[in-house]
């Protein structure tokens, strides 16, 4: 993707930040547990810090685990949505190109639905500056179970509908956002030698209403920067599409947590 509209998109939440908070899928009860048993050690008292925070749903999870979690958010609408839900957690506004952390500082450095924001020739080195020596680096996404027939067959529509921008990096579903070398695989291909990597996948589901996956699907960077009329073509097709697989408006959307922990020796 070229820088301009990489830019585009990534500023794209700021203007939708409410809804990506109402809307969007939080993660299973046994991801922490698996960062903290890949780590070798837990989140209760450690000083961790949650990178491209947005709205902060990682970092009340990691804050609810007993860690000293600090969010740095570089969107000024995410981060304004932050305050008004999580105003007893500290927040700095910043991105991994550029951590505003002093050096070997931090025992976790996690990133839910935002290392492919950044650019991994200065998030990398940036990662290794600020973690202790032991430190860990937790990357996770949730991508699409493309195993379940109607999820296969809808993020097949939004391919489609998208285009050439499908293939982008979108921050959350796998057939979405999770392309190329944005996903766990090749994240951090460039540490080599200088991290030990672990990689775990892990299902999970969540039931809610047609409305929410649908605001949730809409909540995406590659929709929201399309105009409203186009956009409200796609929700308004795909609402009678799956208002006839799901009559009762009840979804259950499936995913598969994809989770790299990388440790510093």
């Keep these: 993707m070229d820088t301009p509209r990489r830019a585009s998109r990534a500023h794209s939440f700021n203007r939708a930040a409410a809804q990506y908070a109402a809307s969007r899928p939080s993660y299973p009860p046994a991801l922490l547990p698996t960062v903290e048993d890949l780590a070798g050690r837990p989140f209760s ?64 450095l996690t990133y839910a639905q935002s290392w492919h924001w950044t650019d991994p020739t200065r998030s990398v080195p940036e990662a290794l500056r600020v973690l202790r020596p032991g430190g860990t680096l937790a990357l996770w996404w949730n991508t699409d179970a493309l195993d379940v027939p109607w999820i296969a067959d809808a993020a097949a529509r939004i391919r489609r509908f998208l285009g050439p921008d499908a293939d982008a990096p979108m921050g959350q579903t796998g057939a979405m956002e999770q392309t190329g070398t944005t996903g766990a695989p090749a994240a951090l291909e460039a540490t080599a030698g200088l991290l030990d990597c672990a990689r775990r996948r892990i299902r999970w589901s969540r039931r809610v209403s047609l409305d929410t996956h649908l605001a949730n699907i809409a909540s995406h960077s590659g929709f929201l920067v399309l105009d409203e009329a186009t956009r409200t073509t796609f929700v308004t097709e795909e609402r009678a599409r799956l208002r006839a697989l799901f009559p009762d408006e009840r979804i259950e959307e499936t995913y598969d947590v994809d989770l790299l922990v990388a440790t510093r020796p």
């Design 45 to 108: 008292g450690s000083t961790t810090v949650d990178v491209g925070a947005g709205t902060g749903i990682s970092t009340a999870l990691l804050h609810a685990r007993g860690a000293h979690v600090l969010a740095v958010e570089p969107g000024p609408g995410m981060a304004a949505q932050f305050r008004r839900t999580h105003p007893g957690i500290p927040l700095v506004r910043g991105d991994g190109d550029a951590l505003p952390l002093a050096t070997a500082s931090v025992d976790f």
